[in-house]
């Protein structure tokens, strides 16, 4: 399972540090999409 799976799991715990987690990795995430989608119009 990736971390963008377990974090949520981890907050809903009371982990109160994994939601400093999350939002880089979608972050990421969501940048590689976007390149990608960038090169398939050129």
């Known amino acids: 399972m990736s ?5 949520p799991q981890q907050i809903e715990g ?5 939601a ?3 939002l880089p990795l979608v972050y990421e ?5 976007a390149a990608m989608r960038m090169e398939q119009k050129e």
């Open 20 to 22: 400093e987690k999350l």
């Open 3 to 7: 971390d963008v799976t377990l974090i």
């Open 29 to 33: 995430q969501l940048r590689m999409l």
């Open 14 to 18: 009371g982990d109160s540090f994994a």
